[in-house]
């Protein structure tokens, strides 16, 4: 077996805990809809009560502690990107607005020439 986190096999331990974290889950949505008539906090708390019961039990789990470890590798790979200024980003759009009407004209001549071609001088329509 490999060291890569995403490749482990999770024991069926860990296979209850993602299914009471996607009951945990599911009971929060549950709740708010159920509670429509009450508060918009009230609705919320349980939304937000039952995602945060399930982040704890996944926390506790191989897959979620997996999880946890990607996300923070994206994280540190994303500060590794050198973004691009306002101005380059500006510019960049610039460019692609640029392309599109050039290209929507380009579209729009091939069609009235295919129009005329076809229907001006092979089908005489006109």
Known sequence: MSNNP?????TSSDKIKVALAVCAVLAGV???YVLAGQ???LR???LVGGLVVAALVLWT???????LAF???????TKKVVWPT??????I???????????????WGTDKLLEVVLYDLILGWK
């Not at 996300?71 to 790979?77: K, N, S």
């Not at 610039?94 to 579209?107: D, K, N, S």
């Open 6 to 10: 995403v490749q482990t096999v999770s």
């Open 30 to 32: 549950v709740g708010f």
């Open 39 to 41: 508060q918009t906090l």
């Open 44 to 46: 919320a708390a349980a």
């Open 61 to 67: 789990a191989e897959p979620g502690r997996n999880f």
């Open 71 to 77: 996300a923070r590798e994206a994280v540190r790979e």
């Open 86 to 91: 306002r101005k380059e980003a500006m510019q």
């Open 93 to 107: 759009t610039g460019v692609v607005f640029g392309f599109v009407v050039v290209m929507a004209i380009f579209l």
